[in-house]
Nanobody, 114 residues
Framework: EVQLVESGGGLVEPGGSLRLSCAAS????????MSWVRQAPGKGLEWVSG????????SYADSVKGRFTISRDNAKSTLYLQMNNLKPEDTAVYYC???????RGQGTQVTVSS
């Protein structure tokens, strides 16, 4: 069974940092491009960042470029999202997402507030 399990969310003050992790299982992780998507309260899903299977190519939404960094450890089948200089508008549930097959985890809540 394909599973994606996120962790690392929480409450942080504006300007703070968090590191999200996504543990993948049930498939050969290194063969798949992966993404992070988020859903803010009352809004639809928003793509945040993506990375190819080898980790050599990354892309970001304009809203997070320069603040967030996506990475992966294929030996550990784990995807990461380092989030720096967080803003209140980053508040959302963050999901690990495998575009192939439209697979998404259960999400982890990130709240940015003073």
């Amino acid at each position: 069974e394909v599973q994606l399990v996120e962790s690392g969310g929480g409450l942080v003050e504006p300007g703070g940092s968090l590191r999200l992790s996504c543990a993948a299982s049930g498939f050969t992780f290194k063969y798949y491009g992966m993404s992070w998507v988020r859903q803010a309260p009352g809004k639809g899903l928003e793509w945040v960042s993506g990375i190819d299977g080898g980790g050599g190519s990354t892309s970001y939404a304009d809203s997070v470029k320069g603040r967030f960094t996506i990475s992966r450890d294929n030996a550990k089948s784990t995807l990461y999202l380092q989030m720096n200089n967080l803003k209140p508008e980053d508040t959302a549930v963050y999901y690990c997402y495998r575009p192939t097959g439209d697979v998404r985890g259960q999400g982890t809540q990130v709240t940015v507030s003073s």
